[in-house]
Nanobody, 121 residues
Framework: QVQLVESGGGLVQPGGSLRLSCVAS????????MGWYRQAPGKQRELVAN???????NYANSVKGRFTISRDNARDTVYLQMNSLKPEDTAVYYC???????????????WGQGTQVTVSS
């Protein structure tokens, strides 16, 4: 079955950088878009950034100019480069993909298990 696995989270000081990775695997599929969401304790899950097959991107206003999303289609991987990190960026970051398995008629949305990002002095 399809699974998304995130990596790259950790503890970083304010102003530091982290690079998150997410790999989609499990059978044959065609990816329409991939993205990153985050959820802090007591808050709703929110979109951080996403990228379509056209390479068009969308960012939350709070991360524009600091985060960059990219993808490697050959490796079914999406990345999130996070620079100038702030304490308010602390959250669990979840990978998301809209894809269609070759055995399915319609695309579906899949989620990873999340990776913790903590920004603290």
């Amino acid at each position: 079955q399809v699974q998304l696995v995130e990596s790259g989270g950790g503890l970083v000081q304010p102003g530091g950088s982290l690079r998150l990775s997410c790999v989609a695997s499990g059978g044959m599929f065609s990816i329409n878009s991939m993205g990153w969401y985050r959820q802090a304790p007591g808050k709703q899950r929110e979109l951080v950034a996403n990228i379509a097959t056209s390479t068009s991107t969308n960012y939350a206003n709070s991360v524009k100019g600091r985060f960059t999303i990219s993808r490697d289609n050959a490796r079914d991987t999406v990345y999130l480069q996070m620079n100038s990190l702030k304490p308010e960026d602390t959250a669990v970051y979840y990978c998301n993909a809209n894809l269609r398995r070759t055995s399915d008629m319609w695309p579906r949305v899949y989620w990873g298990q999340g990776t913790q990002v903590t920004v603290s002095s």
